[in-house]
T-cell receptor, first 114, second 109 residues
Framework: EAEVAQSPRYKITEKSQAVAFWCDPISGHATLYWYRQILGQGPELLVQ????????DSQLPKDRFSAERLKGVDSTLKIQPAELGDSAMYLCASSTRRGPETQYFGPGTRLLVL | RKEVEQDPGPFNVPEGATVAFNCTYSNSASQSFFWYRQDCRKEPKLLMSVYSSGNEDGRFTAQLNRASQYISLLIRDSKLSDSATYLCVVRAGNTPLVFGKGTRLSVIA
């Protein structure tokens, strides 16, 4: 069964450092999402791509976060500089153009900022 | 007020018990409703969609009350493997999915 791939699975960094996360969606899925999930909370959308275009980044803290999906396939989410409050699970999900309500999540990247 | 609110939990129930989770949503324009399951330190996975007429999938039954803006999930004959966090999710039109905080269930032998 096809899966969403993410790396790294775990990342420990010091505040003010830069971190980057990578996501490879299920082949053929046009829509890609990055979510942040703080412990004890539900996932919150950071950014949504349709192919290579950003559809929604209204909740992305643009002063420190950036995301790209240059070729409309895999995607990178970057934080620079990282802050203590960025410690969370970063989840990538993908869906087909016709079925945006069924999202398939990757295993996530657990970030700890010290 | 949070867009999606769920029972605080955790729910600790013995094997074989019936347990119900409740969820309310504030956006009356919401059109799509789901329950996702998330195991500890794992990613969320779609458990079931929720339809207006109510729907059942094996031991799981989902109900929707649009007038009260209320969704429920009933699990019958609980198994140890049902232990997880259950996330209530709603969507209005083409807007992003909105997740609740989740309710944690522990099924005890």
């Amino acid at each position: 069964e096809a899966e969403v791939a993410q790396s790294p699975r775990y990342k420990i960094t010091e505040k003010s450092q830069a971190v980057a996360f990578w996501c490879d969606p299920i082949s053929g899925h046009a829509t890609l999402y990055w979510y942040r999930q703080i412990l004890g909370q539900g996932p919150e959308l950071l950014v949504q791509f349709q192919d290579e275009s950003v559809v929604d980044d209204s909740q992305l803290p643009k002063d420190r976060f950036s995301a790209e999906r240059l070729k409309g396939v895999d995607s990178t989410l970057k934080i620079q500089p990282a802050e203590l409050g960025d410690s969370a699970m970063y989840l990538c999900a993908s869906s087909t153009r016709r079925g945006p309500e069924t999202q398939y999540f990757g295993p996530g990247t657990r970030l700890l900022v010290l | 007020r949070k867009e999606v609110e769920q029972d605080p939990g955790p729910f600790n129930v013995p094997e074989g018990a019936t347990v119900a989770f409740n969820c309310t949503y504030s956006n009356s324009a919401s059109q799509s409703f789901f329950w996702y399951r998330q195991d500890c330190r794992k990613e969320p996975k779609l458990l079931m969609s929720v339809y207006s007429s109510g729907n059942e999938d094996g031991r799981f039954t989902a109900q929707l009350n649009r007038a009260s803006q209320y969704i429920s999930l009933l699990i019958r004959d609980s198994k140890l493997s049902d232990s997880a966090t259950y996330l209530c999710v709603v969507r209005a039109g083409n807007t992003p999915l909105v997740f609740g905080k989740g309710t944690r269930l522990s099924v005890i032998a």
